[in-house]
Structure formats: C-alpha cells, structure tokens
C-alpha cells in the first residue's frame, strides 16, 4: 500500500485497527476469586458476552447487558431481548447496585472496576477478543462453564462446527476476496476474517496490499489490483467507495455484497450466521460467473 493517506482513510480508523489487535487477549481471572457454580445474577460488560449470554444461557440468570445492546446500530442481539435487562455502562457503581454474583467483562474494563468489584467479593471473569475459531469456540466452552450451562455450551459449539462443516467446499474454486469493514479495515492474514474466508472457499488477497494483519485499503490500491470479491458493511457507507467515478472510468469490475461487522466484532456468537451468509456469497458470485460465462 503506498505512503500516501487517502481522503477514503480517516485518521481515527488507525486507532481503530491498533484496538482490534490489542484486544486479542485470552481470557484472565483474578487471582483467589471463588466463582458461584450456577450464577443467577450474572452481569454482562461486553456486547460479545451479551451474545453468547442470549445463546446458553437461561434468561432468569442474567441481571444486566451492556449498554451497547440496547443500541440498534451496535448490539448483536435482538435489542428487545436487551431491554428486559437493566443497560450497564461498566462503572463500578452502576455494576455495584444490581449486585451481581458473577460479572463477565471484555479486556477494555479498568482495573480500578475490578479491584473494587473484588474488595466486596464480586466475582469478575474477563474474556478477550478471539483471533481464531477454536478460540472462539474455547470462550464460549469457558462462559458456559462458569454460568453452569456446560450442555447448551456445547451444543452451541455443535451448532458451529456443523456451520463449519456446510460451508467447506471441494470444487477447487477459491474466488480471490477481501472484507472491506468500516472505514476500509482490511483483515489480513492470521485473522478470525482472514480464517472465515479460508473456511468458506475464498482466498483472502488482502496480504497482496500489505503484510498487517489489520491494514487501510485505499481507494489506489483497490485501482492498482482489484480484487474479485468485496464484502462490505453496507451500514458504514462502504458502497460510496465502490461507486466512485474513478472506479468506472477505470472499468474495474468488482463483485460486492454485504457482510455485517458484526460478524467479525462478536466473532464468537456470530459464526453460525457468518459462516452460512459466507457460503451463499460464495454460491451467488459463481452462480453469476457461471451465467456470465454462457
């Protein structure tokens, strides 16, 4: 990618790609910390946690969401699911009033919340950002473990696993692909992004522009070598890029469709639909070529 920042390149989006790398982190507990075996108050700080949360556990056992899944444009779940929970902004006096007997947090929450939180003896599970399916697939196993739905923790994992499976293909067609998100972060390769599209019978060109494993792609470098396929996030604008005059004065043709974010933000709860909107892209670009080929 060359040197040169784009109008198409917010400065902020930089930071933004710097936060997903740092938030790989596993998942970490306080030292002598003695979890509940079958929380009834379970208190979620992370939209990612409020996802799994809607998918193992019983709906009596939660106590609050965090404030983003009460948000149309940010949750990951159903937001009239959310609103039968009390929004939590992740302070810990807004933690200690609902007294909660586990609360389960993304890597973002301050130690100054978790030392206060473990001066009253509130337990606190923190999970990071999986970079990977089996380590999605590990956090749900960990969170099922500790709210005590081992079963539908497996079971949700099963559900994955199958996903997995349907979308793998053996016709030895591998359409060269990016993930164009917000802003224009591209995963590249080593990513969760960068092991969906494998799985689901793309090659992932993003490398070809740059070897970060999050990088900007410029409007210059889509010019320079197009790719066959753009999956974008429609809800950030990301087709205004692709409509740019000086693509068509160019003849580029490139094959976009929508892919939400939100699959990748919440990569754990979200492989399921992430996986099976994978393969139909896929199964809708051949079928278009095939077509196009007659």
Same mark, same amino acid.
């Given at each position: 990618?060359?040197?040169?920042?784009?109008?198409?390149?917010?400065?902020?989006?930089?930071?933004?790609?710097?936060?997903?790398?740092?938030?790989?982190?596993? %998942?970490?507990?306080?030292? $002598?910390?003695?979890?509940?075996?079958?929380?009834?108050?379970?208190?979620?700080?992370?939209?990612?946690?409020?996802?799994?949360?809607? %998918?193992?556990?019983?709906?009596?056992?939660?106590?609050?969401?965090?404030?983003?899944?009460?948000?149309?444009?940010?949750?990951?779940?159903?937001?009239?699911?959310?609103?039968?929970?009390?929004?939590?902004?992740?302070?810990?006096?807004?933690?200690?009033?609902?007294?909660?007997?586990?609360?389960?947090?993304?890597?973002?929450?301050?130690?100054?919340?978790?030392?206060?939180?473990?001066?009253?003896?509130?337990?606190?599970?923190?999970?990071?950002?999986?970079?990977?399916?089996? %380590?999605?697939?590990?956090?749900?196993?960990?969170?099922?473990?500790?709210?005590?739905?081992?079963?539908?923790?497996?079971?949700?994992?099963?559900?994955?696993?199958?996903?997995?499976? $349907?979308?793998? /293909?053996?016709? $030895?067609?591998?359409?060269?692909?990016?993930?164009?998100?917000?802003?224009?972060?591209?995963?590249?390769?080593? /990513?969760?992004?960068?092991?969906?599209?494998?799985?689901?019978?793309?090659?992932?060109?993003?490398?070809?522009?740059? $070897?970060?494993?999050?990088?900007?792609? /410029?409007?210059?470098?889509?010019?320079?070598?197009?790719?066959?396929?753009?999956?974008?996030?429609?809800?950030?604008?990301?087709?205004?890029?692709?409509?740019?005059?000086?693509?068509?004065?160019?003849?580029?043709?490139?094959?976009?469709?929508?892919?939400?974010?939100?699959?990748?933000?919440?990569?754990?709860?979200?492989?399921?639909?992430?996986?099976?909107?994978?393969?139909?892209?896929?199964? %809708?670009?051949?079928?278009?070529?095939?077509?196009?080929?007659?």
């Amino acid at each position: 990618m060359n040197g040169r920042r784009s109008k198409f390149m917010p400065r902020n989006l930089l930071f933004a790609a710097a936060f997903v790398l740092l938030c790989g982190c596993k %998942e970490t507990a306080p030292a $002598n910390v003695n979890f509940p075996n079958h929380p009834m108050r379970i208190a979620s700080l992370s939209p990612c946690v409020d996802a799994i949360l809607y %998918e193992i556990a019983d709906q009596n056992q939660i106590l609050g969401l965090s404030h983003y899944s009460f948000d149309e444009k940010s949750s990951s779940i159903d937001v009239n699911f959310a609103k039968k929970y009390r929004p939590l902004s992740g302070s810990a006096e807004d933690i200690i009033a609902i007294k909660p007997d586990l609360v389960i947090a993304g890597s973002h929450i301050s130690p100054q919340t978790i030392a206060q939180l473990n001066k009253l003896a509130i337990p606190v599970f923190t999970v990071g950002s999986p970079q990977s399916i089996d %380590e999605a697939k590990t956090q749900i196993n960990d969170i099922a473990q500790k709210i005590g739905q081992d079963g539908r923790g497996k079971e949700f994992i099963q559900k994955i696993d199958d996903a997995i499976k $349907n979308a793998k /293909t053996n016709d $030895n067609q591998n359409p060269k692909a990016i993930m164009f998100q917000g802003g224009g972060i591209v995963p590249g390769a080593g /990513t969760l992004g960068d092991e969906m599209l494998k799985t689901a019978g793309f090659e992932n060109v993003a490398s070809q522009y740059s $070897n970060n494993a999050y990088n900007v792609l /410029t409007l210059e470098s889509l010019l320079f070598n197009p790719p066959q396929i753009i999956l974008s996030d429609a809800s950030f604008g990301s087709g205004r890029v692709f409509s740019h005059p000086a693509l068509k004065k160019a003849k580029v043709s490139i094959y976009t469709s929508d892919f939400p974010s939100k699959y990748l933000n919440c990569a754990g709860s979200k492989l399921v639909p992430a996986l099976n909107r994978l393969a139909q892209i896929r199964g %809708e670009y051949l079928q278009k070529k095939a077509n196009h080929a007659q």
